[in-house]
């Protein structure tokens, strides 16, 4: 049966090629790839090229935008997520090359790799942001989790780029072996621990956090001077990669810098906004241990010495177990109250997958703990519990308008959640 479908799919790709030639030749794509940052980077790269006249298309997990409006299919189906699959990815390009785009920035998962879905995808140039724990029910284990994301650098052509992330401990190897020209970006952690990049790489991208707090980032790119909105070290990084590509596309980088000043991140990616009140709410999709832990650190060094970080997360059901008592940790260990919630149970009981992320608790950590089941009730809690001056992080969902429970998804968005509560 899996031999006939995957027979069947060449077939169907075969003949949209036939209508649509590889309309992929006649535009300028890069792809970012990485457990964290995709959506960002792509989002950042998509808004400032558009920004400078230069029309464009974006294709990630929160939306695909084709020339600043977003697509919708034809037969009102759902759009695929974050990267959707070589046939449908070949009319996408058509569509943008008759909308008069030039460039395409694309999100490029580890399961698009695996199951080929970018096959025959002509990228001009590849991003790697870094590889963390995430997917592992899919792809069983690290190694082939990385595999599967090696596989992207290794399709690009002689003329294309690879920019890597160097300060994350796969980002030479990711870059092996590979035909397109190298370049990485780095942070000065880098050198202090060691990491060198290879010979063989171009030009390097260095940056320095000049100031890091509620206002935003003030930051060094190679000597340049630049100043975001964005908040924390996590967005650093993802301003360094969108940086040094526009830099390797040949933007004018003075006209960059200045549209940077006013950026703003993507729905559902350090959301923030400051109750009338004085609390302070933050909406992140942060849904591995790693992006959990960078968002709770970010607000830790920005935030007032008085300061409490309420924070509410959960882990999603039918997924990887083995990172639920990992985050479950990481929340109680980085927060002054973490409430254990839902967040997608799908099929499963959420109240034994809250059970599963109590695991492994130090007997200080689990009184800083409170489990609420319901999602909704846990955001009413937290609001509660907050007094002026705190920071609550609601995070794992981000910009999703769905909760899924027992199969059955309904609408829920947690920005939604909070502004209902605090009116």
């Not at 724990?133 to 792809?139: E, I, M, P, Q, T």
């Not at 052509?157 to 992330?165: E, I, Q, T, V």
């Not at 729905?267 to 909406?283: M, W």
């Not at 479950?328 to 997608?344: E, M, P, Q, V, W």
């Amino acid at each position: 049966m899996k031999k006939l479908k995957t027979i069947w799919w060449a077939v169907k790709l075969f003949f949209t090629r036939i209508q649509y030639g590889n309309p992929s030749k006649k535009l300028k794509i890069i792809g970012v790839t990485g457990t964290n940052g995709k959506t960002t980077v792509a989002t950042l790269l998509y808004k400032i090229a558009t920004a400078l006249g230069h029309k464009s298309g974006l294709i990630g997990t929160v939306e695909i935008l084709i020339e600043e409006e977003k697509f919708k299919t034809d037969s009102g189906k759902p759009i695929p997520a974050t990267t959707p699959d070589s046939v449908f990815l070949t009319k996408l390009f058509a569509k943008m090359i008759k909308a008069g785009c030039e460039y395409v920035f694309m999100e490029v998962s580890s399961h698009a790799l695996d199951q080929k879905r970018v096959a025959g995808v002509n990228f001009t140039g590849g991003i790697f942001t870094n590889l963390t724990h995430d997917h592992l029910d899919y792809h069983k284990d690290l190694e082939n989790y990385f595999k599967a994301k090696k596989k992207f650098f290794e399709m690009l052509p002689k003329n294309a780029f690879a920019l890597s992330n160097m300060d994350d401990e796969h980002g030479n190897a990711m870059l092996d072996d590979i035909k397109a020209e190298k370049f990485f970006y780095s942070f000065p952690e880098a050198q202090l621990r060691g990491v060198s990049p290879k010979l063989g790489f171009g030009e390097g991208f260095y940056g320095k956090i000049l100031k890091s707090d509620f206002s935003g980032l003030e930051l060094d790119f190679n000597g340049e001077k630049i100043h975001s909105k964005l908040l924390g070290k996590f967005n650093a990084y993802n301003l360094l990669a969108v940086w040094a590509t526009l830099r390797l596309l040949n933007f004018n980088i003075k006209e960059v810098n200045k549209i940077l000043e006013n950026i703003e991140a993507p729905r559902g990616r350090f959301e923030h906004f400051i109750s009338k009140n004085g609390i302070s709410i933050i909406v992140d999709y942060a849904h591995s241990p790693d992006a959990l832990e960078k968002v709770l650190l970010t607000i830790k060094e920005i935030k007032s010495k008085n300061s409490r970080i309420i924070s509410v997360f959960g882990c999603g059901g039918d997924r990887d177990t083995s990172k639920r008592p990992k985050m479950g940790k990481i929340g109680a260990s980085l927060s002054d109250i973490a409430i254990f919630t839902s967040d997608n149970p799908r099929s499963e009981n959420p109240d034994k997958i809250i059970e599963v992320m109590k695991d492994n608790l130090s007997h200080e950590e689990a009184k800083k703990i409170i489990t609420i089941s319901d999602r909704r009730l846990a955001i009413e809690e937290a609001v509660e519990l907050a007094k002026e001056g705190d920071i609550i992080l609601c995070a794992g969902k981000g910009h999703e308008e769905y909760q899924e429970i027992k199969s059955v998804k309904s609408h829920f968005n947690d920005i939604e959640e909070f502004k209902k509560v605090l009116k």
